[in-house]
T-cell receptor, first 115, second 113 residues
Framework: DAGVIQSPRHEVTEMGQEVTLRCKPISGHNSLFWYRQTMMRGLELLIY????????DSGMPEDRFSAKMPNASFSTLKIQPSEPRDSAVYFCASSLARGTGTEAFFGQGTRLTVV | AQTVTQSQPEMSVQEAETVTLSCTYD???????LFWYKQPPSRQMILVIRQEAYKQQNATENRFSVNFQKAAKSFSLKISDSQLGDAAMYFCAYRGGNTPLVFGKGTRLSVIA
């Protein structure tokens, strides 16, 4: 398996533009997580899905952020409109949902810069 | 809510020496897992080691071992025979119930040649 695949690796956009980040989880994993990493706040959970259903989106900063998981092999995180304070590295991770022993496998992240 | 605390923002160690990174957590659950992840400059998150809360024996993975003190809610990582490639950010993480991983703020480890 190729692991968790995120695209793009880097994104530079202007304030006010729409940004879409993409994630393909590991085949067979039924939990998917979106994290945001900044120097000030560390790794923050934005939202997670079990079996394609959003379970907890309390970490989503505001209505400008939305996430979807239309099927087991694809998820998107959208920011519309983007703002400079959204600049961060965004990670997607996946795991098996059963029990609690399974670690999360991370993609390589998308570094987002909003200018 | 569960919280994870790493009290050492930065640490340094001489090559070939041993270093211990600290982590404490807060939970009311009895069944959970704890993890240490490594993030090198490439920013890839790499699992280093994990510990099941119901196991008394401390986990080990080659040069990496943990000191798990369940009553004290402490989970430290010991790196023996440190190598230059160990230089990275290290994150302690907690997972319980059907919850996702909760991370500490991280410890930046430098290895001095």
């Amino acid at each position: 398996d190729a692991g968790v695949i995120q695209s793009p690796r880097h994104e530079v956009t202007e304030m006010g533009q729409e940004v879409t980040l993409r994630c393909k989880p590991i085949s067979g994993h039924n939990s998917l997580f979106w994290y945001r990493q900044t120097m000030m706040r560390g790794l923050e959970l934005l939202i997670y899905f079990n079996n394609n259903v959003p379970i907890d989106d309390s970490g989503m900063p505001e209505d400008r952020f939305s996430a979807k998981m239309p099927n087991a092999s694809f998820s998107t995180l959208k920011i519309q409109p983007s703002e400079p304070r959204d600049s961060a590295v965004y990670f997607c991770a996946s795991s098996l949902a059963r029990g609690t022993g399974t670690e999360a496998f991370f993609g390589q992240g998308t570094r987002l810069t909003v200018v | 809510a569960q919280t994870v605390t790493q009290s050492q923002p930065e640490m340094s160690v001489q090559e070939a020496e041993t270093v211990t990174l600290s982590c404490t957590y807060d939970t009311s659950e009895s069944d959970y897992y704890l993890f240490w992840y490594k993030q090198p400059p490439s920013r890839q998150m790499i699992l280093v080691i994990r510990q099941e809360a119901y196991k008394q024996q401390n986990a080990t993975e080659n040069r990496f071992s943990v000191n798990f003190q369940k009553a004290a809610k402490s989970f430290s990582l010991k790196i023996s025979d440190s190598q230059l490639g160990d230089a990275a950010m290290y994150f302690c993480a907690y997972r319980g119930g059907n919850t996702p991983l909760v991370f500490g703020k991280g410890t930046r480890l430098s290895v001095i040649a």
